[in-house]
T-cell receptor
Framework: KNEVEQSPQNLTAQEGEFITINCSYS?????LHWLQQHPGGGIVSLFM???GKKKHGRLIATINIQEKHSSLHITASHPRDSAVYIC?????????????FGTGTRLTIIP | DAGITQSPRHKVTETGTPVTLRCHQT?????MYWYRQDPGHGLRLIHY???????DKGEVSDGYSVSRSKTEDFLLTLESATSSQTSVYFC??????????FGPGTRLTVT
């Protein structure tokens, strides 16, 4: 069983909708990462967080350490948000050399 | 954007031949990583480096070796390529404890 589970695996929505992507993990962590992989293949780090909430533009990431769960929200979604979103965790007492990645959520925003 | 490049970007090679992939950074970051990405799997760590001549194995290191003779370059070598090593390879760099920055990827096909 993967240590990192994402849901849904695929998500299609209309432009303007509020998007939520979920990530659950089974180990204690020192940090959780959200990454974005565009259709061209490039991977970009969106957030690294260990508690609470972070916001960057229309993207918001939250984490609940007790429940071992994180969500990535996109407000006012746009077709350019279409990408694969990847969750990854660094286990407690380790750095990123032990990052475990989820298999990603493929998001498609229809104009 | 972090200064990280990979070469070559695409390569087709035959089973049994040696292959070397190069990751080059201009950020002077201490940590460098090699991952592979395959359908149905999250990114998986092959090897990483925490300094010049300091490297360690990741989750899927069998069949791969690495070298780091200077801060800016991290080489991944497949001594004798096999079809199971057909994959997309990503290099990443990290300023310790912070987010990782990913290279553009190398698509390797072993026939």
């Amino acid at each position: 069983k993967n240590e990192v589970e994402q849901s849904p695996q695929n998500l299609t929505a209309q432009e303007g909708e509020f998007i939520t992507i979920n990530c659950s993990y089974s180990v204690g962590i020192s940090a959780l990462h959200w990454l974005q992989q565009h259709p061209g293949g490039g991977i970009v780090s969106l957030f690294m967080l260990s508690s609470g909430k972070k916001k960057h533009g229309r993207l918001i990431a939250t984490i609940n350490i007790q429940e071992k769960h994180s969500s990535l929200h996109i407000t006012a979604s746009h077709p350019r948000d279409s990408a694969v979103y990847i969750c990854a965790v660094s286990p407690s007492n380790f750095g990123n050399e032990k990052l475990t990645f989820g298999t990603g959520t493929r998001l498609t925003i229809i104009p | 954007d972090a200064g990280i490049t990979q070469s070559p970007r695409h390569k087709v090679t035959e089973t049994g031949t040696p292959v070397t992939l190069r990751c080059h950074q201009t950020e002077n970051h201490r940590y460098m990583y090699w991952y592979r990405q395959d359908p149905g799997h999250g990114l998986r760590l092959i090897h990483y480096s925490y300094g010049v001549k300091d490297t360690d194995k990741g989750e899927v290191s069998d069949g791969y070796s690495v070298s780091r003779s200077k801060t800016e370059d991290f080489l991944l070598t497949l001594e004798s390529a096999t079809s199971s090593q057909t994959s997309v390879y990503f290099c990443a760099i990290e300023d310790r404890g912070h987010e990782q920055y990913f290279g553009p990827g190398t698509r390797l096909t072993v026939t």
